[in-house]
């Protein structure tokens, strides 16, 4: 398939970016497999999934904003977890809690219940989606980078096999916490405005 032929990652990459921003940010990012690939529709899940517990254990005065989400191409995709954090709050505090989500993830496959809310609301979010001309814009707009036109019905498929255990063994597979890139801006007054890596 074509996610293979992205070579996986043999070792986590960090990657300091100073930036003359007052709002720090980390990010992690993983090569995962493209649209409709095999894992990709789990991996859409274990997004919501994260960005929900991120929500509820971190600190809502420490953090500016939170993004997760697992982003499909033709060739490959891409799966980001990033915090931005509010002044003055050292962005690499909010790590523990990443690695916990992914981990809790990997650990153990989500109770029955709690799984088939989270497929559910993915159900709800497409059907809803389904008629937005800004919708349906995007999509065909996103038929260049994908390959082929998104369809709420096809897409809806996706998801019609998966369960709990399968969600776990993808995100084993594709979110390893000892393979990732992980990019900290820190906040550094007089650095350039496109920022100095380091």
């Known amino acids: 398939t074509t996610s293979r032929r992205v070579p996986p990652l043999r070792e986590s990459e960090n990657i300091v970016v100073d930036v003359p921003l007052s709002r720090e940010s ?53 799966f980001t977890i990033s915090v931005r954090a509010e002044e ?44 937005r001309p800004l919708s349906r814009a995007s999509h065909l707009a996103g038929t260049g980078s994908t390959g082929r036109f998104w369809s709420v019905e096809e897409n809806l498929e996706r998801f019609g096999h998966l369960t709990a255990d399968e969600l776990r063994r993808v995100v084993q597979r594709w ?13 550094f007054r007089f650095a350039n405005r496109d920022g100095n890596v380091r």
């Open 26 to 78: 980390i990010s992690y990012s993983w090569l995962t497999p493209a649209w409709f690939e095999e894992g990709d529709a789990a991996l859409d899940l274990a997004a919501t999934w994260i960005y929900r517990r991120l929500a509820e254990r971190l600190d809502p005065e420490s953090y500016r904003s939170i993004s997760v989400g697992q982003t499909s191409y033709g060739h490959s995709g891409r």
């Open 88 to 131: 003055d709050v050292d962005a690499p505090s909010f790590l523990e809690e990443m690695d916990g989500a992914v981990r809790a993830l990997q650990d153990a496959a989500l109770p029955q219940p709690d799984f088939e809310a989270l497929l559910e609301s993915h159900r709800m979010t497409l059907q809803v989606t389904r008629d």
């Open 175 to 187: 979110l390893p916490l000892d393979r990732r890139v992980r990019v900290h801006q820190n906040f």
